[in-house]
């Protein structure tokens, strides 16, 4: 039978120490919560090597006495709670009285602080949980703590740590959601002696939006403001327009404190439902404030789950602060329609009269103008241009004018001279990029004859004794997946005339960077812009026509997501996400020509059964299975 043993505090420490600081970034929020508590208005955070070798957190705030300096590195020393009745109500961010000690076990850490009453400051030096002394240090009004070699003796927990960028963006993270909670506290960011991140600390939290997100994302929300009884909404949510492909921007605060809250998430999404497309999610940065006794954070030693006495006053304060913001703020763009028709109408004219190489546009006042009849000439018929404010109809007339005639143009009061139009070609309609992604070069295949489309989504061929159903968008969606796979790290890329900037949260951002030549592989060649933006220059010219933006943003909300996979399966899920964009889609018209094209080409490669997702391609049915259907055998 195995013995008992009592640990030692040296190692009971360092088991604590796991719960709170898993890396550099667990070790910044406790701090800058702490420099929060503390009634900091102004805090600076200075990291080097991603936390790991260095970091320094400098706050305006009371101070530590003297007297309780040692204390506050000691396990389970607080100055926050004081009886457990305290739990019931907590007001601040911290509570647990672990943060610095679980710091010190586990790195080298110096403190400088003072406080008012005090006329010197104390320097105080703790190494692996150990106090090493304290001495006189001439300092200002504050705390400044110093954290370096974090891990330096848990050397199992150093081997897991990521690459230094990782860490410096997960610790970005940390600093942008604590200067979108506190916008009344102005935070500045070093990072390897770059400043990336200073807010104003002007109260307004639009003015932290603007400074963490920047101001494309800014400009893209809507103000929210509501309550119930019980819980007040207020912040801003995105336009349904902006949509994203994950929830990476969506932000919860409850009384400051950021939490992730299911059903929060919920009402926001069930407010949003009917307004944005399926497959989307909204983003939001909502702050959620009732008494504190309506909600429990010592759930999780991280505090970021909490628990609520009533879900559904949450769920209800919620959904209509944001579905009455949606309808007060998302209004259609207004267009001065007159003005866009005179504007095409113009074009259309100066098109028609370029071959003649000579224009003398003179103003015409309105009151000449005449009515106009639809001429003809055989059976050619130019079609008018509508003019939706004086139900007008203009039209290219076929009679040959001389070059000394003219006529007033109906909508835009300009006098042009006449012209003999250009005589009209019909043309294939096979133009659309759409269309042209499901031409398909021809191959051996069995006699086959498509018939027609049912429901814009299913293609019915006639092959032999069989009527064959053929999912299109997952046909094509699969045939893409094979081409990608084949290509073997060379596939085809298109060059941007126009390098597109996207704007990433810091996780995203950090899993991009660190992907980039696995995107590269994948076609896309994504190079770092600094502050969450990276620049896509080039992308593959399978995705012609799609959202490029949109696209990269699903694919980093992906590579953040499952950051431990190989990179297999990482390249293999960015094969399905392109090949799913740039199929055909279900619903789009599709010619009878492009069908019997589509079909033979889908007959002749037995591989194509499933789509990248699993669903079945081709249906079945025999004209004997038909034939009973109509009980003719």
């Not at 909502?286 to 991280?302: E, G, K, Q, R």
């Not at 003019?387 to 007033?408: H, K």
């Amino acid at each position: 039978m195995p013995k008992i043993n009592v640990l030692p505090r040296e190692i009971y420490e360092l088991i604590a120490a796991g719960e709170v600081v898993e890396r550099p970034s667990s070790a910044v929020k406790e701090l800058l919560e702490n420099s929060v508590d503390a009634g900091a208005d102004s805090i600076t955070l200075e990291i080097q090597a991603g936390g790991i070798k260095y970091i320094r957190i400098t706050d305006n705030g009371c101070g530590i006495a003297r007297e309780d300096v040692k204390n506050a590195f000691t396990g389970h020393a607080t100055s926050k709670i004081s009886v457990s009745d305290d739990l019931d109500c907590v007001a601040t961010l911290g509570f647990r009285g672990e943060a610095l000690a679980s710091i010190a076990a586990v790195s080298r850490v110096e403190m400088f602080t003072r406080t008012a009453e005090e006329e010197t400051g104390t320097h105080a030096v703790v190494e692996g949980g150990q106090f090493i002394g304290m001495d006189d240090a001439g300092c200002p009004v504050g705390t400044t703590i110093v954290v370096r070699d974090i891990f330096y003796n848990v050397p199992a927990r150093m081997k897991f740590l990521k690459k230094d960028v990782t860490e410096a963006n997960s610790i970005a993270a940390v600093a942008d959601r604590l200067a979108i909670s506190h916008p009344h506290i102005a935070v500045r960011f070093i990072r390897d002696g770059k400043q990336t991140l200073c807010s104003s600390g002007d109260g307004k939290l639009i003015s932290a939006v603007y400074a963490v997100y920047g101001k494309e994302f800014a400009d893209s929300l809507i103000p929210v403001s509501g309550s119930n009884s019980t819980v007040s909404v207020d912040g801003y949510i995105s336009k349904p327009l902006a949509a994203r492909a994950n929830r990476n921007m969506q932000l919860f605060y409850v009384n400051g404190r950021m939490v992730r809250t299911k059903t929060a998430c919920a009402a926001l999404e069930e407010a949003f439902k009917g307004s944005i497309m399926v497959g989307k999610f909204p983003s939001c940065v909502l702050n959620l404030t009732m008494p504190f006794n309506f909600v429990d954070v010592n759930v999780h030693p991280a505090k970021t789950e909490v628990r609520f006495a009533n879900e559904k006053e949450v769920f209800s304060a919620v959904y209509y602060a944001v579905k009455t913001a949606l309808e007060q703020g998302d209004k259609a763009p207004s267009q001065d329609v007159s003005k866009i028709i005179n504007q095409r109408v113009q074009k259309q004219l100066f098109a028609a009269v370029e071959p003649a190489k000579q224009l003398h546009f003179q103003p015409a006042p309105v009151a000449e103008v005449a009515p106009v009849v639809r001429q003809e000439q055989g059976n050619a018929c130019y079609p008018p241009v509508q003019d939706t404010t004086q139900n007008v109809a203009v039209e290219a007339s076929s009679e040959v004018y001389s070059a000394q005639e003219s006529e007033p143009d109906l909508i835009s009061g300009f006098t042009a001279p006449k012209v003999q139009p250009e005589p009209v070609v019909p043309v294939q309609s096979i133009t659309e990029p759409v269309r042209e992604k499901i031409i398909l070069t021809e191959q051996e295949t069995p006699q086959v004859r498509a018939i027609g489309e049912a429901f814009s989504t299913y293609i019915l061929v006639e092959s032999g004794n069989e009527m064959i159903l053929i999912d299109k968008h997952a046909a094509h969606e699969r045939i893409i997946y094979e081409q990608l796979k084949s290509q073997n790290k060379n596939i085809a890329s298109q060059m941007l005339i126009s390098p597109l900037a996207v704007h990433l949260s810091r996780e995203e951002y950090a899993a991009v960077i660190s992907n980039t030549d696995l995107l590269a592989e994948s076609g896309f060649t994504v190079e770092d812009f600094g502050d969450g933006t990276v620049i896509v220059s080039e992308y593959p010219v399978i995705l012609e026509g799609a959202d490029i933006s949109a696209q990269l943003v699903e694919i980093a909300g992906y590579l953040a997501a499952n950051s431990r996979e190989v990179t297999t399966e990482k390249l293999d899920w960015i094969f399905h996400s392109a090949a799913c964009r740039a199929a055909v889609k279900a619903g789009d018209t599709t010619t009878l020509y492009e069908m019997q094209q589509f079909a033979e080409k889908v007959l002749s490669m037995p591989d194509i059964r499933y789509c990248p997702h699993g669903r079945p391609v081709i249906a079945k049915l025999t004209r004997r299975e038909l034939e009973r259907l109509f009980g003719r055998v």
